[in-house]
């Protein structure tokens, strides 16, 4: 008789397997010796234990669904629960018991991560619906019309929740997604009618400046222009396929009166530039009468400058302020020698100014005497007062008394 720790051949040639329930007969080997029958049997065993490897590195390493896992672990079970094998088959049960632990623990975990990847999505969902909800509302079309597709395309990579949740927030998406499609259609089917309105309110602008191109009232033309300038900017904007051909309509016609306006004001100018040629020879003229020795004269050749120079006509614009100007000091230059003249010619002001100069001069006389009474009695407040009174009269007589002397005396 033959033995190893996990079975024994006996003397009949029948070999046992030892397990915890006792000895397990597993076959019957006549054919060689006892030691051949145990080992052909261990092969047995091995061959087992291979496929519980295969088997653990499944499990282990791929994502074998649990459902096949159990199916895989129950056929390799009813293999070890009936093998003809000697081993230790308990061990095998073993490492099959906490395989079966290893799946349902895998189970549950992605269980668990299905849980949250569908709160995850239900999440997603929920935020896209809101983004849509809001865009729904926004009047920004192109930005928000492609931010709406991208929102879809986002979900549809999301995964599907159950159905009543799925389709519930689908719809609220939907409905978000129509609203928008329908103001956007509302708001370019008016837009439409606008622009169409616009073309129309342009075309009589253009029909207008056209009619004004050959107006030769510069002024009050080009204020039109300007007048239907703002008004064809206030019109807004046309169909793009027409805007540009009714803009350069509109410019032509402008273009045709303002080249003709720029002709007529480049003879005017040259016009200007010889006036201001002679109306500065004039000015000439008039600053030799500076300064003046001669009233009489200087006015009298003053007045002829003048009328010679109101008979020229205009000088260029930019011109005119400096041009006048060298006239406007020549006249004041007279007239301020005419006022000298005549102030100190005239007896009645000459008597005026001497009455005050009196008046002022026996104010003084008054208050010093009354300060030296008050400073000699030691009252040298009352003194102060009088001495600041007489500061402020003295003032008043030296101003005066050079009034006076302009009079000559």
């Known amino acids: 008789m033959s033995s190893e720790p996990w079975g024994r051949v006996d003397e009949t040639g029948t070999v046992y ?33 291979v496929e519980v490897d295969l088997l653990e590195r499944r499990v282990r390493t791929t994502d074998l669904a649990a459902k096949d896992a159990m199916t895989a672990i129950g056929h390799l079970r009813e ?41 995850e999505a239900r999440a997603a969902k929920d935020a896209l619906v809101a983004e849509a909800e809001q865009l729904a509302v926004s009047d920004q079309w192109r930005t928000a019309g ?18 009543k949740t799925d389709d519930e927030l689908w719809h609220r998406f939907s409905q978000a997604r129509s609203a928008f499609s329908k103001r956007r259609k509302s708001h370019f089917a008016a837009l439409d009618s606008q622009r169409d309105e616009t073309k129309r309110r342009k075309e009589k602008l253009i029909a207008e400046a056209e009619a004004l191109a050959d107006s030769t009232d510069w002024v009050t033309t080009a204020a039109r222009y300007r007048d239907l300038m ?20 509109f410019r032509a016609a402008q273009d045709v009166f303002f080249q ?31 300064p003046i020795t001669d009233i009489k004269a200087a006015r009298a050749a003053l007045r002829s400058i003048g009328e ?17 100007a060298r006239m406007h000091a020549v006249e004041r230059a007279v007239a301020e020698a005419e006022e000298v ?69």
């Open 17 to 49: 397997v030892r397990t915890a329930d006792g000895e397990k007969a597993v076959g019957s080997w006549q054919a060689g010796s006892p030691e051949e029958a145990l080992a052909y049997f261990e092969r047995k065993y091995e061959g087992l234990v």
């Open 230 to 249: 703002q008004d064809w900017k206030a019109a807004g904007r046309a169909h793009r396929d027409v805007e540009e051909d009714l803009w350069a309509r």
């Open 308 to 324: 010679r120079w109101e008979a020229i006509g205009h000088v260029p614009r930019d011109a005119r302020a400096a041009i006048e």
């Open 260 to 290: 003709a306006r720029s002709g007529a004001f480049a003879e005017r100018d040259a016009e200007q530039r010889d006036n201001l040629a002679r109306k500065e020879e004039l000015a000439a003229e008039a600053e030799k009468l500076l």
């Open 341 to 409: 003249e005549w102030r100190r010619t005239n007896p009645e002001a000459r008597a005026r100014a001497a009455g005050l100069t009196g008046q002022l001069q026996d104010a003084v006389n008054r208050l010093r005497e009354q300060a030296e009474r008050a400073r000699a009695q030691g009252n040298t407040a009352k003194a102060e007062k009088l001495e600041q009174e007489l500061a402020g009269r003295q003032a008043l007589l030296d101003q005066a008394l050079k009034g006076l002397q302009e009079f000559g005396g």
């Open 146 to 163: 492609e931010r709406l597709r991208a929102l879809v395309d986002t979900w549809k990579g999301l995964p599907r929740l159950d159905r």
């Open 79 to 119: 293999q070890v629960a009936e093998a003809n094998a000697v081993g230790d088959l308990a061990a095998l049960a073993r490492r099959l018991d906490e395989l079966v632990a290893l799946v349902e623990s895998r189970r549950e975990e992605r269980k668990a991560a299905r849980a949250r990847q569908s709160e």
